[in-house]
């Protein structure tokens, strides 16, 4: 058995679930927390204890916290992510109960997982209906081959991972990406979702190739995944909306993101290890 506590939000608990269904197939999978997960998806092959289920005083963070304890008392197993740029490795250490681990704070961002990943599950057929009745309400074909998707990922980027090089892209990236998509594909409409609507209707509206999504993020997410083509923040969510719009539409599409990732203010790739072979990475 494998336990693992949530730790961000849907993009994370996305590479948490599906690397070690990936990572470990025979494995009993437990996950704590991952109410955003089940948000939007169905048929998941594990045990999920969310958040909502738990009594007030026991969190998944205080949850995580004692299996910390119990795993530095060996009294269970923990598995634990080394990596650097060119290397990646899972390492377990076994405890007294001896088929049980506890996932330390992971991620599973490297090329040496993302590569081979193949989700096990489904969206959820209600979000995908409002997706595609929100396309229409916009007028738009839901599989128009030149549909792409925006994603401006403000919120916590704006200070994350630091005041100094936060990971927020300024909006000069975007118009510079989306002029080289004019350039790429013809007639694109550009779909824009977002954490902070109020700044992308100030720098977005009155644009004829541009429609702002209003939905809440489990629709937005299963808007990207109805669009040909993607401009990425860099964000997990915007990641997984690029895999699977290329999985749903079966085309190689278009897809761009900041060079360097989080790091594109330092020029470091962040996390080390992350780039995807099928994005166009862009200063």
Excluded at 231 to 243: E, K, T
Excluded at 250 to 269: I, N, Q
């Amino acid at each position: 058995m494998i336990i693992i506590v949530e730790n961000g939000r849907l993009g994370n608990q996305l590479f948490q679930y599906v690397s070690l269904r990936n990572l470990f197939p025979d494995q009993r999978l437990v996950l704590l927390g991952f109410d955003d997960l089940v948000g939007v998806a169905t048929s998941l092959d594990a045990t999920v204890i969310g958040a909502k289920k738990l009594p007030p005083w026991l969190t998944p963070s205080r949850l995580g916290r004692l299996l910390h304890v119990l795993t530095a008392l060996r009294l269970v197993g923990r598995i634990r992510e080394v990596k650097s740029e060119s290397l990646y490795e899972l390492k377990k250490q076994k405890g007294f109960f001896q088929t049980t681990y506890v996932v330390e704070q992971s991620f599973f961002q490297h090329r040496s997982v993302t590569d081979r990943l193949e989700p096990d599950f489904s969206f959820r057929p209600a979000l995908l209906t409002q997706a595609e009745d929100w396309l229409l309400w916009q007028s738009v074909a839901p599989k128009q081959e030149n549909l792409v998707f925006v994603h401006v990922r403000r919120g916590d980027f704006l200070h994350w991972p630091n005041l100094e090089n936060p990971a927020v892209l300024d909006l000069e990236w975007y118009e510079r990406t989306m002029n080289h998509a004019r350039q790429q594909i013809q007639s694109p409409l550009f779909l824009v979702v977002t954490d902070d609507l109020y700044y992308a209707q100030d720098v977005f509206r009155g644009q004829e190739d541009v429609r702002i999504s209003t939905n809440d993020s489990d629709v937005d997410f299963a808007l990207m995944s109805l669009c040909a083509h993607g401009i990425l923040s860099a964000s997990s969510f915007a990641w997984w909306g690029a895999y699977f719009s290329r999985q749903k539409n079966k085309t190689p599409g278009l897809y761009f993101a900041p060079k360097y990732w989080v790091g594109h203010r330092t020029m470091r790739w962040y996390p080390p290890g992350f780039e995807t072979n099928w994005i166009a990475y862009r200063e």
